[in-house]
């Protein structure tokens, strides 16, 4: 009978990294540095690891992966609140590296059948520009507020400085992230069929590139993929009111503002759907995440079949 393959939890940190086999009670800490990836993997190898689970830690997971996929390793990132709510559901309450790495050991034991994402280099530098170019647009709404409310002459002189700073830079990232796309066949030819629906632009395209590559392979739940999917919240004779939640809030809410104007302006199909859920009492936010979920939907139909946006005849079928 084949051995079954062991699996490390890492717990990644900005200067070190954590390592627990749970499964053989094996310990290791390891500084971020090449010499400690080089340990880490002698290490694993020594020890007959296959695959690592870690979270994501704001880019510091980034080199490991890389270093252990190199090694062959099978990688896999989970959301940190999954780790943090499985830990709390099994009474672990300290919180310290090493514990950590053994809740994510334990996780990944628990977990075993976890999807693991295909890496995609390509896909993985449109990521981290697209990323960047949402933070920029995060800056650059925080900098409008502050010249918002009359501040001191040369405030307002700095403040429109460093917009028009911003303005520039967040051009130069578009341009970059058009020709990542642009020389990407497969990239290109996404982007266009997402490109196709009224209402959505360019960054909206790069969004799901980036943040969404499962969008049309998805047999069911696309919607839950970036939490505008509705969960019940029932018991017994109760029926409560049903919330979105978990999800890619990062790429909700990319697509909300466009979502907004392809719902109110742009799209036959989506304003119609909008203009009935409002005239049955539908509050606009809960109208408009409607409307995401059936965006995701058809965008999922459409990058499934390689077609272009192909309406039906009456805008409310």
């Not at 919330?243 to 109110?264: C, E, F, S």
Request: glycine share 8%; hydrophobic share 45%.
């Amino acid at each position: 009978m084949p051995q079954k393959t062991r699996v490390v939890g890492l717990d990644v940190a900005k200067g070190k990294v954590d390592a627990c086999i749970r499964s053989a009670g094996l310990r290791l800490s390891v500084a971020s540095t090449p010499e400690g990836r080089a340990e880490l993997v002698a290490w694993l190898r020594a020890n007959r690891v296959g695959r690592a689970v870690m979270e994501a830690s704001g880019g510091y997971e980034r080199s490991w992966a890389e270093a252990l996929r190199a090694a062959g390793v099978t990688v896999r990132i989970v959301d940190p609140k999954r780790i943090r709510h499985f830990a709390k559901a099994a009474g672990r309450l300290a919180k310290n590296d090493p514990i950590d790495a053994d809740t994510i050991a334990w996780f990944a034991e628990a977990f075993p059948d976890g999807d693991v994402q295909p890496h995609d280099p390509a896909r993985e530098e449109v990521d981290r520009l697209v990323q960047a170019r949402a933070a920029l647009k995060e800056l650059e709404g925080r900098i409008a507020q502050q010249g918002e409310h009359g501040p001191p002459a040369i405030v307002a002189k700095a403040l429109g400085a460093i917009a028009k700073t911003m303005r520039a830079e967040l051009r130069k990232l578009e341009a970059a992230i058009a020709a990542k796309i642009k020389a990407n066949p497969g990239f290109a030819r996404r982007a266009e069929i997402v490109g196709s629906f009224p209402g959505l632009a360019d960054q909206t395209a790069a969004g799901v590139i980036a943040w969404l590559p499962e969008l049309g392979h998805v047999t069911d739940g696309a919607a839950a993929l970036i939490g505008a999917a509705p969960y019940d919240d029932d018991s017994g004779e109760r029926k409560g009111q049903r919330h979105i939640r978990g999800g890619r809030r990062k790429l909700r809410n990319l697509l909300y503002m466009p979502v907004m104007g392809a719902a109110t302006q742009h799209n036959p199909v989506l304003k119609a759907y909008y203009q009935r859920l409002r005239a049955r009492g539908k509050e606009p936010k809960v109208a408009l995440i409607a409307c995401m979920r059936k965006l995701i939907v058809i965008l999922n139909t459409m990058l499934a079949r390689d077609q272009t946006w192909n309406p039906p005849a009456r805008a409310d079928a």
